[in-house]
């Protein structure tokens, strides 16, 4: 606190010098940020709960690639980033170990990324982030629990714009991105066109064979925006995005132990161990806007595809060796229509019906290489079909001018459909789940000045039941249940020096029901997963 006071006295003493401008003043003040975090345009300074944003200048000059890099700038977030998952962490609250998803929303454009595998997301032509912190259950229902992360790309308008960057580094590493959009009749129709490509030979060695490339990776990424305004009321756009990823997951090493291993080595008796992600969505914005009122439709659809080859082992036993194949596969469909107020008036207002349909299909094997005989140790398949819909609205109501009052609620329900089957030893188990939540959600907050405002939120989460997929399940140990979090925040939002700083505090308290863990069975001696008692951060 002393340091942050010696700072404002500072700037307190920094006048501007004599003959300085509007335009100049202008120039030295934080840049004004409209963002969507509760689908509405809002200022985020006014935004009743922590929401940490990211413009276009910011994530170009801080040189953010890709997610994990983003989430460094952001306290309280935090992503497990390996070959294996890719789990967002929000305020300590996280997932079992061979979970599919994270207890973190994943947004594109409006449109949710399902499995965490998509959450590691290459970054270009970035409009902005937002990240939301503690549970948003109302306005985005399951696997929102411990917050969201929203990223909005650039849309094309009438201004012409056109970029080329390049870059090259040690370990022959280089990116290369380039971005192109403006109008195809003005006023009317816009196009926007970017495509990315980063290579890496990688910085670790496989002894085994001398082979310095066993961390390579190859990314390339691409995305095209049509936008056509037929009349003032009307916005529309679609967005059409692809990757085409291939990484070498070599990367593993004995740290301690007989077979210890220095840092940037490895030794394993499989070579090509890669990893694979294959996919493309597309994503139709339809926006009416009336002097009251606006309508606005989300309708997406995403294809993904992971396949994994890794030494399971992490070592090169000639004598016997391990080894795993994974096949991911997911495809969803989802429509959302809402409708929202307009105007500055005491009232505002959202209301909204979402659905969404899932596909899943999962097939791990593990395999042991013995006297040059290939033995297959465990096959598991498992096909998911999920079933959403929801009904939600929140309302705000402005009081002596200076108070707020949030109220909202969702309906969400969850229908669940899943198949097993290990191939190995023939067993088999099949769980139909069936979820159906209420997750309010409540606020009230005091304009201390017109830039200053201090607040109390309390928010219901969930993540949802599923399926232990690969953990030699029985029909007994097939499922777990939905896990639940209410979050209980006061903040203060503050800004200062004639827009020039900005400071916010949250003090926050969650607690979480049936924690979703992985244990081991008392009956079958092995790893599953149920859910725990309480647990809180």
């Not at 404002?8 to 509007?22: D, F, N, Q």
């Not at 935004?47 to 890099?69: A, K």
């Not at 999920?386 to 329900?413: I, P």
Request: hydrophobic share 35%.
């Amino acid at each position: 606190l002393k340091s942050i006071l010696a700072l404002c006295a500072v700037l307190l003493l920094c006048v501007p010098a004599k003959g300085e401008t509007v335009a100049d003043k202008r120039s030295h003040q934080l840049e004004n940020i409209t963002v969507t975090a509760q689908k509405r345009e809002e200022d985020p300074q006014k935004i009743p709960m922590s929401v940490d944003v990211m413009s276009d200048v910011m994530v170009e000059d801080s040189m953010m690639q890709n997610t994990i890099e983003m989430i460094r700038f952001s306290p309280n977030v935090f992503m497990k980033d390996s070959p294996y998952e890719n789990v967002i962490v929000i305020r300590g609250i996280s997932s079992f170990g061979s979970s599919l998803i994270s207890p973190a929303a994943y947004y594109v454009n409006g449109v949710g990324y399902a499995l965490h595998y998509m959450h590691d997301n290459e970054l270009f032509d970035i409009e902005r982030i937002e990240i939301l912190k503690g549970p948003q259950g109302t306005l985005y229902g399951k696997n929102s629990e411990s917050g969201v992360i929203n990223i909005i790309t650039k849309q094309p308008d009438n201004n012409f714009r056109a970029k080329l960057l390049g870059e090259y580094g040690n370990y022959n590493s280089y990116r290369s991105n380039a971005n192109i959009s403006g109008p195809v009749i003005q006023d009317k129709l816009f196009l926007g066109v970017a495509a990315q490509y980063k290579y890496s030979d990688g910085y670790v060695e496989n002894l085994n064979n001398a082979d310095d490339k066993a961390g390579k990776l190859s990314h390339f990424n691409g995305r095209a925006t049509l936008r056509w305004t037929p009349s003032d009321p009307w916005d529309l756009s679609l967005i059409a995005d692809f990757v085409d990823a291939d990484d070498k997951v070599g990367v593993f090493r004995h740290a301690k132990g007989p077979n210890t291993i220095p840092p940037h080595k490895t030794r394993h008796d499989e070579i090509d161990q890669d990893m694979t992600e294959n996919g493309n969505s597309q994503v139709l914005n339809i926006n009416y806007k009336s002097d009251s009122f606006k309508i606005t439709s989300v309708t997406g659809a995403s294809y993904r595809t992971y396949t994994k080859f890794n030494d399971a082992d992490g070592w090169d036993n000639p004598a016997s060796r391990l080894n795993n194949d994974y096949t991911y596969k997911d495809r969803q469909y989802s429509q959302e229509i809402r409708i929202s107020s307009l105007g500055q008036g005491s009232l505002q207002w959202l209301a909204g019906l979402f659905a969404s349909y899932e596909e899943t299909d999962l097939d791990h094997s593990n395999w042991n290489m013995s006297n040059n005989q290939r033995l297959l140790r465990s096959h598991h398949v498992t096909d998911i079909e999920t079933q959403g819909y929801a009904a939600f609205g929140q309302a705000t109501y402005t009081f002596f001018d200076r108070w707020h009052f949030t109220l909202g609620l969702r309906l969400d329900k969850q229908d669940l459909e899943g198949k097993y089957r290990n191939r190995a030893n023939n067993v088999t188990a099949q769980k139909d789940l069936d979820y159906t939540e209420l997750l309010p959600k409540a606020s009230i907050s005091y304009d201390l000045t017109m830039d200053d405002m201090i607040y109390a939120t309390v928010a219901k989460g969930y993540l949802v039941g599923g399926f232990n997929w690969c953990m030699n399940p029985t029909q007994n140990t097939f499922h777990f249940d939905s896990e639940y979090s209410w979050n209980y925040e006061i903040g203060l939002k503050t800004n200062w020096l004639n827009n020039k700083m900005m400071a916010n505090l949250a003090i926050f308290y969650i607690t979480i029901d049936d924690k979703q863990v992985s244990v081991v069975d008392p009956d079958t001696r092995l790893n599953t997963i149920t859910n725990a008692a309480k647990a809180h951060s």
